[in-house]
């Protein structure tokens, strides 16, 4: 699991493992393609969005709207005891 070294401002931040690439996993037409290979991507995001986004109801307040945009990560790793 990856945790925001002590930045309350990316409280926010997520991150999801997959086998395959997004790419990959846009092309797919059906569930169990593709099939996984040996290479873990490891997608960061900086927010998420959530529930609220005009799925069974209004849209979100724009001041808490979240527009893509480009974003730095600095990332440290660290071995595990």
Known sequence: MLRPAKDTEW??????????????????????????????????????????SQSCGPGVLPEYRLDAAPVAFLLAFTPLD
Do not use: F, K, N, Y
């Not at 997520?14 to 991507?41: F, I, K, M, N």
């Open 11 to 52: 409280a926010r931040a997520g991150q999801t493992g997959a086998g395959c690439s997004s790419g990959a996993l846009d092309a797919a037409a059906h569930r169990g393609e593709p099939v996984p290979g040996d290479t873990l991507w490891l997608h960061l995001d900086r927010a998420q969005h959530g529930i609220g």
